[in-house]
Each structure stands twice: as C-alpha cells, then as structure tokens.
C-alpha cells in the first residue's frame, strides 16, 4: 500500500472482525467501519510496530475506504495516519510549542515535563490517505472542488463519520482525527480532519478532502494546513461578543480564523484504468420487434419468443416493476430512476459536447460570436455538418431535442411509473447544466446562474408544445419547430439539414418504440449518427412528384 503516495510495505490492516456499513455507486464501493476502543493486547501490538505511545482513544479498527472496480482505492486507517506522526520529536515548530505549553503549565503542573515524549505529542499528521497497491499516483492540478455542486439539495444517499483517534493532552486541549463522508447520487465528498487545539498555545487544522465525480471518474484530492496562536483566535472570538470556550470545542467555528500554511491539490481520472473496451459507447441499433408480434388495442407489446431485447413478454407495469427489483431490490423505484435517467441525460448531452479551452487559462479571453455567447470548440455531425456553432445555447437545445425524444417514449409508461421518471430526466439537465456554467463557463455568481436556468425552463415548456404539434401536424410543422429552436430562426440555413433532423426525430422515434419497457428502465439508449439520413432527405417524395405533374399539365394545356 502507499501512504500519501509513498509504498509502505509493512502497513497495518485493521481486523475483519466486523464489515462494515456499504455503498456501491457506478463502480465505486464505499465502505466506513465503527467499532469500539482497541483493547490492551491490540494496543500494545500498535505500539510495539509504531515505535510511539498511542492516544488515549485509539479506535484502531475503525476506517473509511473508497474502492472503484478498476482496481484504484483510497482508505483512511488508524495506523497509517499515526505513522505520519513525527517520531524524533526533531520539528523546531512542535518542540517550540511544547517548551511554551510546559511553561504554562509548569506552575500548576511540576511533573509537566513528563508529558513531552521524544516524538510529536500533539499527535499531527499530515495524513492524506492511503493508495491501494497498484494505483494510479495522483497528479498536480489547478482545478479545485466545484463546491457550488456540493452546496446543491442533491439527496443524500449514505453518510457516516468516524473517529480515528482522539487525545485530550492531559486535559489541556484536544487532539483528533476523524472522517465525515456523504454520498449523493452524482458525486461523493470525503472530508478528513485532523484538529488540535492546545489550550493558550495553538489551534492546528489539517484536511484532507477526497471528491470523486461518478460521471468523469475523476478523483479530486486537497490538503490544507490551518494554524494559529490561541490568543489571536480568541481575541477575534471575543470581539464577536460569542461564547469563546463553547466556539473553541468545535473546528467548524473557527476553521476560518485560521490562515493557511500549506496547501495541495491533486487529481486523477479513475476511468482511464478502464480498458478501451469498456469506455467505447454502442451504437444505437434498436431490435425490431419479432415476426410473430403482435400490437394490441392498448399498445401492449407481446412476444412469443421472449428473447433479450426484445419486445416485453407481460404488461409495461410488470416490466418496469421487474427490472428495478432485479437492479436494487432494497431500494425504492425513486432512486432507481435517478439513476438510469442521469445515465439517459448525459447521454443526450454527449450529442453536441464540446469544450472551452480557454476556460482554465489565466488572462486569457474567451473568444465571443456575434451574440456574445462563449464560442467553445465542437466536433460531430451537429457541429461540422450542419455548421452550428458550439455554444451553450447549441448544447442545451439539441440535448433537449434528445431529452424531448425520450420523454415521448417515457409517455408510454404507465402513469403511476411515469412522473417519476419525467421529473427525474428533467432534474439531471438543470444539474448537468448548472455544472457546466460552473465549471466550464466560470459563472460563479448563482444569482446569474438561476437567472439562465430559469430561462432555460421556460425554453423547455414551448419546445415540449412545438415539438409535439409537429408530431400530430406533420413535418413541415415539426421543421419550422427544429427551424426555430436548433437553428435559432436562421434564415439563411440550408433546409436540407432541418430536413435530416426531422427525418432523424422519427427514426429514433421508432426506433424507441421498439425498445422494450425494461431496456429502458436500464438505461439501455445510446443514440447514433443522423449522417445517415441525408440520402433519404435528398430523394423526391411521391407528393412532391404527383406535385410536379400537377403542375406540368396546366402548362401544356395552354401550349
């Protein structure tokens, strides 16, 4: 195992006497152990291989670890953070520390000098966790937490804190590390500190955040050393009329009087460990419904076959209701379905992607289009075919054509299942596009931010009503729709292409519909390339030949 980076070959593994409390999310396994203070045969052992007296509560078989199914894996332990403790008693800062909280307490205290070992007594470390062995290292990087998406009301689905150890200094303060985790259906934050508060002397904080993104894969890792003289944060406490003894309990209340003497920040991407294989998307090639099947009244679809894939073989409701017992049998539909319709959204999002990469830059400027939108760079059918410019406007509209796609077929799920699943799908854009502003277009102000969303929504109801009016209308409706929405009313566009995205609406369309309720409920969609349409678009429709001869035979009668 490597601590901090670095191979430890003699590490100590906490006992397997109890497994734990788990969680599994998009192949990250989460998992956080409790158990009570080691007794005095495992302490004794502890010590004997540290080289240094423990705490005084020394929980040595509590840990948190973060696994992914490539193989990578980060885990917080007793042992290992106390063997970053310094052993030689050798740093100047501490020494220094500990010579004046003996002269404090020299007075009260004779035997005092007892109390400073030959090692770090305040027990600080600079414990950043421990890598599983092989994993990747992680690198330098400038991109912090995005905390504006942590600050967001996502549903928490597993947290837990746990003490690593704790010592009260022979009641003169207090010395701990602990780790607070919580998941959210998108991304987890794992936040450990180390807090030493050594009463008229020092206040010390140490974290370690570890953020992973389940849609990138990508691990973000932050160290930050936070240190000051008692007297300065007590003063400060004081001038804010607030209780100071009850403030200095807590880290919480004073992490931000604290400048900071050391920072890191570092990163990884879990999904390049994955083969090529398992990170290649699959084209969108729906089975067709089997010779033998059979379409009734209420558009139930029966197979006799039943192969996968295929058509459903009993009702949508026995389907849908099948599919999420099958996946997470203790968990309520709800949360299934916010899953699989994040899948479907990023999905439709990675239709018209595309990057800023000036975002990161120092003094750098974006470049602008005429409109003063952001003009990132795209690639793809929608961008170097049709020549749409790869904005976030371009983005939002074609990833909610694919959104407008998918909710026509969601229509079809029976209406106690159907709600659920429309609310979901719509929730995921304005997270994935509140992201974007963040991270890609730097909007840090969430006053502007809502002010976008909110027009985004509005945006989204009178696509929903155009979109289906071209449906039921026809599809010279349906392209004045995709005239006016993806093409921004252009006049100058070449119609040939609002041509190929009509004709790419109702091939999906159908190809959806062909789609059984379970491989929905899977999130098994995948959309393809609408290169294909363009020779279809380009053939003479029967209307518009019989059109043609209609229109030749007045001419020839006046000859």
Same mark, same amino acid.
């Given at each position: 195992?490597?601590v901090n980076?670095?191979?430890?070959s003699?590490?100590?593994?906490?006992?397997?006497?109890?497994?734990?409390?788990s969680?599994?999310?998009?192949?990250?396994?989460?998992?956080?152990?409790?158990?009570p203070?080691?007794?005095?045969?495992?302490?004794?052992?502890?010590?004997?291989?540290?080289?240094?007296a423990?705490?005084?509560?020394?929980?040595?078989?509590?840990?948190?670890?973060?696994?992914h199914?490539?193989?990578w894996?980060?885990?917080?332990?007793?042992?290992?953070?106390?063997?970053?403790?310094?052993?030689?008693?050798?740093?100047m800062?501490q020494?220094a520390?500990?010579?004046?909280?003996?002269?404090?307490?020299?007075?009260k205290?004779?035997?005092?000098?007892?109390?400073?070992?030959?090692f770090d007594?305040?027990?600080?470390?600079?414990?950043?966790?421990?890598?599983?062995?092989?994993?990747?290292?992680?690198?330098?990087?400038?991109t912090?937490?995005?905390?504006e998406?942590?600050?967001?009301p996502?549903?928490?689905?597993f947290?837990?804190?746990?003490?690593?150890?704790?010592?009260?200094?022979?009641?003169?303060?207090?010395t701990?590390?602990?780790?607070?985790i919580?998941?959210?259906?998108?991304?987890l934050?794992?936040l450990?500190?180390?807090?030493?508060?050594?009463?008229?002397?020092?206040?010390?904080?140490?974290?370690?955040?570890v953020?992973?993104?389940?849609?990138t894969?990508?691990?973000?890792?932050?160290?930050?050393?936070?240190?000051?003289?008692?007297?300065?944060?007590?003063?400060?406490?004081?001038?804010?009329?607030?209780?100071?003894?009850?403030?200095?309990?807590?880290?919480?209340?004073?992490?931000?009087?604290?400048?900071?003497?050391?920072k890191?920040?570092?990163?990884?991407?879990?999904?390049?460990?994955?083969?090529?294989?398992?990170?290649t998307?699959?084209p969108?090639?729906?089975?067709?419904?089997p010779?033998?099947?059979?379409?009734?009244?209420?558009?139930?679809?029966?197979?006799?076959?039943?192969?996968?894939?295929?058509?459903?073989?009993?009702?949508p409701?026995?389907s849908?209701?099948?599919e999420?017992?099958?996946?997470?049998?203790l &968990?309520t539909?709800?949360?299934?379905?916010y %899953?699989?319709? =994040?899948?479907l #959204?990023?999905?439709? /999002?990675?239709? !018209?992607?595309?990057?800023?990469p000036?975002?990161?830059?120092?003094?750098?400027?974006?470049?602008?289009?005429k409109?003063?939108e952001?003009?990132?760079v795209?690639?793809?059918?929608?961008?170097?075919?049709?020549?749409?410019t790869?904005?976030?406007?371009?983005?939002?509209?074609?990833?909610?054509l694919?959104m407008?796609?998918?909710?026509?077929?969601?229509?079809?799920?029976?209406?106690?299942?159907?709600?659920t699943?429309?609310?979901?799908?719509?929730?995921?854009f304005f997270?994935i596009?509140?992201?974007r502003?963040?991270?890609?277009?730097n909007?840090?102000?969430?006053?502007?931010?809502?002010?976008?969303l909110?027009?985004?929504? &509005?945006q989204?109801?009178?696509?929903?009503? %155009?979109?289906? =009016?071209?449906? #039921?209308?026809?599809? /010279?409706?349906? !392209?004045?729709?995709?005239?006016?929405?993806?093409?921004k009313?252009?006049?100058?566009?070449?119609?040939?292409?609002?041509g190929?995205?009509v004709?790419?609406?109702?091939?999906?369309?159908?190809?959806l519909?062909?789609?059984?309720?379970?491989s929905?409920?899977?999130g098994?969609?995948?959309f393809?390339?609408?290169e294909?349409?363009?020779?279809g678009?380009?053939?003479?429709?029967?209307m518009?030949?019989?059109?043609?001869?209609e229109?030749?035979?007045?001419?020839k009668?006046a000859q």
């Amino acid at each position: 195992m490597a601590v901090n980076g670095r191979t430890q070959s003699n590490s100590h593994y906490p006992s397997t006497a109890d497994a734990g409390n788990s969680i599994t999310q998009h192949g990250f396994n989460i998992t956080t152990r409790k158990l009570p203070i080691l007794k005095a045969e495992p302490i004794e052992q502890m010590t004997k291989n540290l080289g240094i007296a423990p705490p005084e509560m020394i929980f040595g078989d509590n840990l948190v670890s973060i696994e992914h199914e490539s193989g990578w894996g980060i885990q917080f332990n007793t042992y290992d953070a106390l063997d970053r403790v310094d052993k030689t008693g050798g740093s100047m800062l501490q020494v220094a520390h500990s010579r004046e909280w003996q002269s404090t307490r020299e007075k009260k205290h004779e035997g005092i000098t007892e109390v400073v070992k030959p090692f770090d007594w305040s027990y600080s470390t600079n414990y950043k966790g421990t890598l599983r062995s092989p994993s990747a290292p992680f690198e330098t990087t400038t991109t912090p937490i995005p905390l504006e998406l942590l600050k967001r009301p996502d549903p928490i689905l597993f947290f837990d804190e746990v003490i690593l150890y704790e010592d009260e200094m022979a009641d003169n303060g207090i010395t701990m590390y602990s780790c607070k985790i919580r998941v959210m259906p998108a991304r987890l934050l794992l936040l450990c500190r180390f807090f030493m508060r050594l009463d008229n002397v020092l206040l010390r904080i140490r974290d370690t955040r570890v953020y992973v993104d389940f849609g990138t894969g990508e691990v973000t890792r932050e160290y930050v050393a936070k240190e000051e003289k008692y007297e300065v944060v007590r003063q400060k406490l004081a001038s804010r009329g607030q209780d100071v003894p009850a403030q200095l309990r807590d880290s919480n209340n004073i992490i931000d009087l604290l400048p900071i003497v050391n920072k890191s920040l570092e990163r990884l991407v879990v999904s390049h460990l994955l083969s090529v294989s398992q990170a290649t998307p699959r084209p969108y090639q729906p089975k067709p419904p089997p010779a033998n099947s059979v379409v009734g009244e209420d558009s139930s679809r029966v197979s006799e076959g039943g192969e996968p894939g295929s058509p459903s073989t009993a009702t949508p409701e026995f389907s849908i209701a099948k599919e999420l017992h099958k996946r997470m049998p203790l &968990v309520t539909e709800t949360y299934v379905a916010y %899953g699989v319709c =994040e899948n479907l #959204v990023k999905e439709c /999002a990675r239709q !018209a992607d595309y990057r800023i990469p000036q975002a990161h830059e120092k003094n750098v400027e974006v470049p602008k289009t005429k409109d003063g939108e952001d003009l990132g760079v795209g690639a793809g059918w929608w961008f170097e075919t049709l020549g749409l410019t790869p904005t976030f406007n371009t983005w939002a509209q074609i990833t909610f054509l694919h959104m407008y796609l998918l909710t026509c077929r969601l229509r079809c799920f029976p209406p106690a299942h159907a709600p659920t699943w429309h609310q979901h799908l719509l929730d995921h854009f304005f997270y994935i596009a509140e992201d974007r502003m963040v991270t890609t277009h730097n909007i840090a102000a969430r006053s502007i931010r809502n002010k976008y969303l909110k027009d985004l929504f &509005v945006q989204w109801r009178g696509l929903m009503a %155009g979109y289906d =009016e071209g449906l #039921v209308r026809g599809d /010279a409706v349906l !392209a004045t729709a995709v005239w006016r929405n993806i093409f921004k009313a252009d006049e100058n566009v070449d119609f040939r292409g609002v041509g190929e995205v009509v004709s790419y609406i109702r091939g999906v369309l159908k190809g959806l519909d062909d789609l059984a309720d379970k491989s929905i409920a899977s999130g098994e969609v995948v959309f393809g390339n609408p290169e294909s349409e363009r020779d279809g678009v380009l053939q003479k429709s029967r209307m518009m030949a019989d059109s043609a001869q209609e229109m030749k035979k007045p001419a020839k009668a006046a000859q």
